[in-house]
T-cell receptor, first 115, second 116 residues
Framework: AQSVTQLDSQVPVFEEAPVELRCNYS??????LFWYVQYPNQGLQLLLK??????LVESINGFEAEFNKSQTSFHLRKPSVHISDTAEYFC?????????????FGKGTLLTVNP | EAGVVQSPRYKIIEKKQPVAFWCNPI?????LYWYLQNLGQGPELLIR????????DSQLPKDRFSAERLKGVDSTLKIQPAELGDSAVYLC??????????????FGEGSRLTVL
């Protein structure tokens, strides 16, 4: 079975500061990795994903995450955050190439960007 | 394109009462999921449908929970009778053919249940 640990439940930062949201996973098989974001009063949205290839993946709004197999991590980073990035961020994992379509989510990290 | 629609957004009931949640997935999405999100936790899969067939219901507490997806489109999740511990957000998601295998799920806004 797979599991995900998000090390920080809340991360407060000031606008334009850099941020890193940490995610570690556990699995005995190869995995796909995801970050989902939930803005206030909205549903979860896929932010970015790692399936294969380059270990550095990027989103359209400036976030990036790097798959580190040796560290079993998939940390999310942004060099300069905006107020609009305030949201809850969920790291998730699934079995690579599997057919069960099952996502295992972490508990989430609430990112609060202050002016 | 319309997203995943869920109703009601909020529901308050007393324990032992029944409750039902409805979900309309994105048009063309054959896979539908119901997730449970407890306060301070990440979503956990309750049931997954491929068209009208429940292909993974291993996490659904079948003594009080039931779900259906008639005609392979809309779905209903029911709890009868509700218990205090069922207070949570019930999320519906859908994915296109192949999209679910690569984690591309589209979620609704959720139905928040409070059991008193």
């Amino acid at each position: 079975a797979q599991s995900v640990t998000q090390l920080d439940s809340q991360v407060p930062v000031f606008e334009e500061a850099p941020v890193e949201l940490r995610c570690n996973y556990s699995s005995s098989v190869s995995v796909y990795l995801f970050w989902y974001v939930q803005y206030p009063n909205q549903g979860l949205q896929l932010l970015l994903k790692y399936l294969s290839g380059s270990t550095l993946v990027e989103s359209i709004n400036g976030f990036e995450a790097e798959f580190n197999k040796s560290q079993t991590s998939f940390h999310l980073r942004k060099p300069s955050v905006h107020i609009s990035d305030t949201a809850e961020y969920f790291c998730a994992v699934s079995v690579a190439g599997g057919s069960n379509y099952k996502l295992t989510f972490g508990k989430g990290t609430l990112l609060t960007v202050n002016p | 394109e319309a997203g995943v629609v869920q109703s009601p957004r909020y529901k308050i009931i007393e324990k032992k009462q029944p409750v039902a949640f409805w979900c309309n997935p994105i048009s063309g999405h054959n896979t539908l999921y119901w997730y449970l999100q407890n306060l301070g936790q990440g979503p956990e899969l309750l049931i997954r449908y491929e068209n009208e067939e429940a292909v993974d219901d291993s996490q659904l507490p079948k003594d009080r929970f039931s779900a259906e997806r008639l005609k392979g489109v809309d779905s209903t999740l029911k709890i009868q009778p509700a218990e205090l511990g069922d207070s949570a957000v019930y999320l519906c998601a859908s994915s296109s053919p192949g999209g679910g295998n690569t984690g591309e799920l589209f979620f609704g806004e959720g139905s928040r249940l409070t059991v008193l």
